[in-house]
């Protein structure tokens, strides 16, 4: 047998005694959807709507965003953990996905073991502010009025189990303060609330109540990260007010469900950073109140972790339950 033709049929043998290997298909197709798990009006359905036309241009199809509110963000969350690992649908989470796993026992799905996160955007502290009518425009004139008569004032956060809710339990322990909280469905609902003053002290991050600081409806009495922020330069941290040993930012990041294809995630991840470099778009999130710090996978991942460490502490100290 000729040499050339025994090598070409020792090749042929080859190739049929491997495994067949099967054709990844092509990505990005279809559309995307990215989820913010809140009502229209909050920090998460900002983000998406800002990052939405450059992804569209960036990876060249159909982007658009679907808010499923519902649960604490779990319900949108949730609804995207179970979906196709296909690259085709992602959340935008808050800070609440870390508080979930311990306020709610039966969500339907692990946090840690049926997400990929993907993108840490950045942080943010959140700022406790006063509406404009009340007499206390300070954080100590705020604290005497509520010794002189517990439980009475309010505050307001997004929802029963948020970070501001666990950072308010906190902050009453620490301050000796009997606050009664007011929870709302959302970032959008609370805005809403603040403005019309229904409760004496509203608690979010910027991006949520900032447009009524800057116009003086709600006065700011502490922002609760352990530094100021710079999006907040002149607010005084709780530590610099008399509350030490809190330090309680808000997040925001970009998941999807566990087992996405690795080269997706990366072009993913690649698609986001670009659109986060457009000089209209990081104005535009930092102008939210967000303190922009992208981290990839290695980095989110075991952030994420912490966080719903030192949260679900939180929450089982406390004994707090969700609405």
Known sequence: MPQLTRRVLLTAAAALAAPAIQAQPAWPSGTIRIVPPFPAGGSTDALSRILQPHLMRILGVNVIVENRPGASGSLGTGAVARS??????????????AVNPALIPNMGFDTERDMTPLLLFGTAPMVLTAHRTRPFKTFAEMAAAAKAK????????????SLAHLTMALVGKAA?????????????????????????????????????????ALVPLAQTGATRSPSMPDVPTLA????????ARAFWGFLGPAGIPAPIKTRM??????ALAVPEVRQRVIALGIDLDPKGEAEFGPFLSRQIATWGQVVRENNIRPD
């Open 84 to 97: 196709a690992p296909d690259g085709n649908t992602w959340v935008l989470v808050f800070d609440t996905h």
């Open 150 to 161: 517990p439980d009475t004032l309010t505050y307001g956060s997004i929802g029963n189990g």
């Open 176 to 216: 000796g303060l009997q606050l009664v909280h007011v929870p709302y469905r959302g970032g959008g609902p609370l805005a809403l609330a603040a403005l019309a003053g229904e409760v004496d002290m509203p608690i979010a991050t910027r991006p949520a109540i900032g447009v009524h600081v800057d116009s003086g």
């Open 240 to 247: 610099e007010v008399g509350v030490p040993g809190i330090d």
């Open 269 to 274: 991840e690649a698609a986001i950073r670009e």
